[in-house]
């Protein structure tokens, strides 16, 4: 068996607890309108390689996964995209004693009931919690989501809840009231991040020859967002093992 990776981080500090290694997976299904990584999206493409022969290239930062509490994401792309070989790779690590995390919208396919056994924690990126406009920010149906985090419930594992925030799109107050109440439904959150909308990538869909589906929107105001990350966190963080 053999999987596509776009590219490694081998000292990630965002995405999970401690110290991490981050593989990017190759392939996305969606087409977010504020994504940064286009060159993410096809499915071809990336760099192939075998479950073996990447979780041998990570162990070699199990010192700094053991000395910070981290251990390994998949992102992408879409990690769900490549199910078969994303559920190798986490089987790999777990029987080498690594936390395991996945970086995800939940669309995708494959046994996800496997994939959870063998995951730690699940980093959930929120397009949006209402159908008209998780499909205007995607171009997809919102079905294929709704179904992975029920499988997430089923499993029990705690998750990290993501959602960007777009000016003119995500960032008024109705809706991030809304999203609260959403969030507040799903099990185990042990945490919300509002990550503020930016363009350092718009460079990308130059190289690609890509329009920008977001040209001329500004970058979201980090410090516009801190009381709400406060609040989201007070009121959704409260049951962490239901």
């Given at each position: ?51 073996e022969a990447l979780v041998k290239r990570l162990l070699r930062f199990r010192p700094y ?178």
């Open positions: 068996m053999t999987g596509f990776i776009h590219s490694l981080e081998s000292m990630g500090l965002v995405d999970g607890p401690g110290v991490r290694a981050v593989v990017f997976l190759q392939g996305c299904p969606l087409r977010c309108l504020y994504c940064h990584n286009p060159d993410t999206q096809t499915f071809s493409g990336g760099q192939e390689t075998t479950p996964f053991e000395s910070s509490g981290g251990g390994v994401t998949f992102s992408g792309g879409e990690p769900l995209g490549q199910p078969d070989f994303l559920l190798a790779c986490l089987k790999l690590l777990k029987a080498e004693g690594v936390h395991t995390c996945i970086d995800t919208s939940g669309v995708g396919q494959g046994d996800y009931e496997d994939i959870l056994k063998h995951t730690d924690l699940v980093l959930y990126d929120v397009k949006h919690h209402q159908r008209e406009d998780y499909r205007k920010i995607t171009g997809r149906e919102m079905d294929p989501t709704l179904a992975f985090v029920e499988a997430v419930r089923k499993a029990n594992v705690p998750m990290w809840v993501r959602h960007v925030v777009v000016p003119g799109l995500t960032d008024s107050p109705e809706h991030l009231t809304s999203l609260g109440e959403y969030i507040a439904t799903l099990p185990r959150v042990e945490k919300v991040e509002l990550l503020p909308y930016h363009t350092l990538g718009v460079h990308k869909y130059q190289t690609l020859g890509i329009p920008y589906p977001l040209e001329g929107v500004p970058p979201m105001d980090k410090t516009t967002l801190e009381p709400w990350n406060r609040q989201l966190n007070e009121a959704c963080c409260r049951n962490t093992d239901n």
